[in-house]
Every structure is written in C-alpha cells, then in structure tokens.
C-alpha cells in the first residue's frame, strides 16, 4: 500500500475538512505531521505542513473530489460569489499569504535583523487576472 499526498496545509482545520469530505466519499486518507506543526508552527517550513495522504489506487478519485471543491466560486455569507474589486474577476487564489501591510513589513525587517522566520504572515485573495490582493 503505496500512500501520495494530495495536499499539504499550514493549519490542521482546513486538513480535517478535506479529510472528512474524502472519507465521506468514501476515500480512506491519513493525516502526516498535524500534531507537530500544530503544537509548533514554526516547524511548518521544516516539515512541509500538513500533508494530507491517499492510496495509490484512490488517487483518481481523490483528485476528482478535489477539483469538484475547487472549481466551486468561493462566496460570502449572503451567498454572494466573491470578485476582485479592481477587475471584477472571479479567478483568484484564496489564501494567499501577504506580508503587504505595516505589521509585515515591520515583521520582515524584524526577521532579518534577528534571522528568525516571519511570524506575521496575513490570509488574503489574490487575483490570476490584475495581481490586486484583497
């Protein structure tokens, strides 16, 4: 039994939630390095994350799944589908880690004094189309 990993994650919530869908279709997976990088976050870099692992053979399946959730327009809570304010488009990254604020550019000039990892990291979308973070 051959385990390939499917996705890796910087926090264990977003790691259960793929983990429950996959099993929920019927997918067994495992979950690699959840309770160190959770009790640590800064060995994330060192580990490679969370690493979210399949079979082999359910791999096809698994990818399916993924793309199904994937392709699903990420909305807000009035169930309206999230766009870029600059370019109207709905072709983004969600979760993209921007330091482009006062407290990141405070924390890499902080980081390179002290050679430490940037702690201050913010979750963001970023569009394909414009760049525009938001």
């Given at each position: 039994?051959?385990?390939?990993?499917?996705?890796?994650?910087?926090?264990?919530?977003?790691?259960?939630?793929?983990?429950?869908?996959?099993?929920?279709?019927?997918?067994?997976?495992?979950l690699?390095?959840?309770?160190?990088?959770?009790?640590?976050?800064?060995?994330?870099?060192?580990?490679g994350?969370?690493?979210?692992?399949?079979?082999?053979?359910?791999?096809?399946?698994?990818?399916?799944?993924?793309?199904?959730?994937?392709s699903?327009?990420?909305?807000?809570?009035?169930?309206?589908?999230?766009v870029?304010?600059?370019?109207?488009?709905?072709?983004?990254?969600?979760?993209?880690?921007?330091?482009?604020?006062?407290?990141?550019?405070?924390?890499?000039t902080?980081?390179?004094?002290?050679?430490v990892?940037?702690?201050?990291?913010?979750?963001?979308?970023?569009?394909?189309?414009?760049?525009?973070?938001?």
């Amino acid at each position: 039994m051959a385990l390939e990993t499917l996705k890796t994650f910087d926090n264990s919530v977003e790691a259960h939630i793929l983990k429950t869908k996959l099993e929920s279709e019927g997918i067994p997976c495992y979950l690699f390095d959840e309770h160190t990088v959770s009790m640590n976050p800064l060995y994330n870099v060192t580990l490679g994350g969370i690493k979210l692992k399949i079979n082999s053979y359910d791999a096809v399946d698994a990818l399916e799944v993924l793309q199904s959730i994937e392709s699903n327009p990420v909305t807000d809570d009035d169930d309206k589908t999230i766009v870029c304010p600059k370019c109207g488009s709905d072709n983004y990254y969600s979760g993209f880690k921007s330091m482009k604020s006062v407290g990141g550019i405070l924390m890499a000039t902080i980081s390179l004094l002290l050679s430490v990892f940037p702690i201050f990291l913010k979750n963001v979308h970023k569009c394909k189309t414009c760049g525009t973070e938001f």
